[in-house]
């Protein structure tokens, strides 16, 4: 049994503002439903929500502040949470990172600073817990400080990092780094420093035992300029200690045969009844309710990194076909104002909602017959796994966690049973459409669309899958 001390930013249900959260809530559980000793630690945020009672553990020094550490669980698991109490930096309203108006909070630094610093005492057992965890798995730039303090530490834990998103690195002036008080052996271009500025995401890519990545692609992906983010040099230095582990995904809230959103349960045996899905989002959404006319979904964020804008581009002439196609997001205004003008030209084709509904989103996983995702790139993505199981197929660009877990409709993989939705490689409006003309000419051959349906229904897409491989990787440390 391993001792893992899992440090995040954030953690659903406790408080989420993406796929990170979503990662850190499922994670931990599922290692700890294979038996090994979890504990989670995160900012005692004011907008958090602890549905469990919430005690005080102990009281620690750091940098002539004292900070409180409170213990919780996860709600609905048997998880311990341990909760960074400071309310100087952590007692702000809503978003864990930016203000009501979308601007950082100006304290970033220091607030994250400070987390990391805790974290290190508790790895080191100096809050005299009688606990030492045997790994420490840090989680994107708001922990990168911890591998590099831990490296200083003698007889220190090994250290896992696994970046979710490369675009977020949490880069801070670098005078921040003589107010934070960091060690100045970290503080050089081959440590924190990062042209001139104080890099927290250099932290864990420099001094981690391990990096991992959301999807083996995008661990290829971001050792290359166009998705490194000027990390690439060091990420292909590294690249022997770095690797992807696709995420898992919540079977219990994503199941069509338990799924309390949506019109009708169905299964792959009952496929047929996917169909009272499709008529109730076509209600919903006022399109003309017809059975034989293919129905594609889109959820996500309206921004250029999902390719909104090549769908854009198609959508004049994908209303030309027989098609209809359903969009709920929100996101860049201009292109919202696009989709609005287009769903009232074609009210019979186009119809979207803007902002975000859950029930809604999982209607349209459960009733469209195809979705569409032709993202820029995606370190791992979620919908198009949703997608599969729910026999939606996915349409999709060839780019990170979309290359890893959906494969091709080509004659070959529909012959062996593994095809499981439509990939496309250029990031164009013309191989998006050419995307979705094939798969209209997929969808007229109901066998062979039942077919992959069911190929991607039967696809294991569990955290336990996950867990075992992240269990592998702390094993091997």
Excluded at 14 to 39: F, H, M, N, Y
Excluded at 72 to 98: A, I, K, Q
Excluded at 204 to 231: H, K, M, R
Aim: charged residues 20%; aromatic residues 10%.
């Amino acid at each position: 049994m391993k001792r893992i001390l899992f440090v995040t930013s954030e953690a659903h249900p406790l408080i989420k503002t993406g796929g990170l959260a979503d990662v850190c809530g499922s994670l931990p559980k599922a290692l700890a439903e294979l038996s090994q000793d979890v504990r989670l630690i995160i900012p005692n945020y004011q907008a958090l929500k602890t549905s469990e009672s919430v005690r005080f553990l102990c009281s620690v020094r750091v940098d002539n502040r004292n900070v409180n550490i409170l213990e919780s669980r996860m709600p609905e698991s048997h998880l311990t949470v341990w909760l960074v109490d400071y309310p100087t930096y952590f007692n702000y309203p809503g978003n864990p990172y930016v203000d009501e108006l979308g601007e950082p909070w100006p304290n970033n630094a220091e607030r994250f600073s400070l987390f990391c610093k805790i974290a290190v005492e508790v790895a080191m057992d100096r809050v005299h817990q009688d606990w030492k965890p045997d790994v420490v798995h840090c989680n994107d730039w708001q922990t990168g400080l911890v591998p590099a303090l831990l490296s200083i530490e003698h007889n220190r834990p090994s250290t896992v990092f696994t970046i979710h998103n490369m675009a977020y690195q949490g880069l801070f002036p670098a005078e921040t780094a003589a107010t934070l008080n960091l060690p100045g052996q970290l503080w050089h271009p081959a440590g924190l420093e990062f042209h001139d500025m104080l890099s927290f995401i250099k932290g864990g890519l420099v001094y981690a035992d391990f990096i991992t990545t959301v999807s083996p692609t995008y661990a290829l992906e971001i050792q290359t300029p166009e998705f490194g983010y000027g990390l690439e040099g060091l990420l292909d230095h590294r690249k022997e200690f770095l690797g992807g582990i696709i995420n898992g995904i919540d079977l219990d809230q994503w199941d069509p045969k338990a799924d309390a959103y949506i019109a009708q349960s169905y299964s792959a045996t009952t496929l047929a009844k996917k169909q009272a899905n499709k008529a109730e989002l076509q209600r919903r959404f006022s399109l003309p309710i017809i059975d034989s006319v293919p129905l594609f979904g889109l959820i996500g964020r309206l921004v250029e990194q999902k390719g909104i804008d090549l769908i854009l581009e198609c959508l004049p002439e994908m209303a030309a076909m027989e098609l209809q196609f359903v969009l709920l997001g929100s996101g860049d205004k201009d292109f919202e104002k696009q989709l609005q003008e287009l769903a009232a030209l074609y009210p019979d084709k186009i119809a979207i909602t803007l902002g975000y509904d859950e029930s809604l989103a999982h209607l349209i996983e459960a009733g469209a017959d195809s979705f569409l995702m032709p993202s820029r790139f995606e370190p791992c993505g979620l919908n198009q796994m949703y997608s599969q199981r729910y026999g939606t197929l996915p349409i999709v660009r060839k780019t990170g966690g979309l290359a890893d877990t959906v494969v091709d409709s080509l004659p070959e993989t529909i012959a062996d049973n593994t095809a499981s939705g439509i990939v496309f490689s250029e990031a164009s409006s013309g191989a998006l459409l050419e995307a979705v003309k094939r798969t209209l000419m997929l969808y007229s051959f109901p066998k062979t669309w039942k077919k992959i349906q069911v190929n991607a229904m039967n696809k294991d897409f569990s955290w336990e899958q996950s867990a075992k491989q992240y269990l592998g990787l702390y094993e091997n440390l």
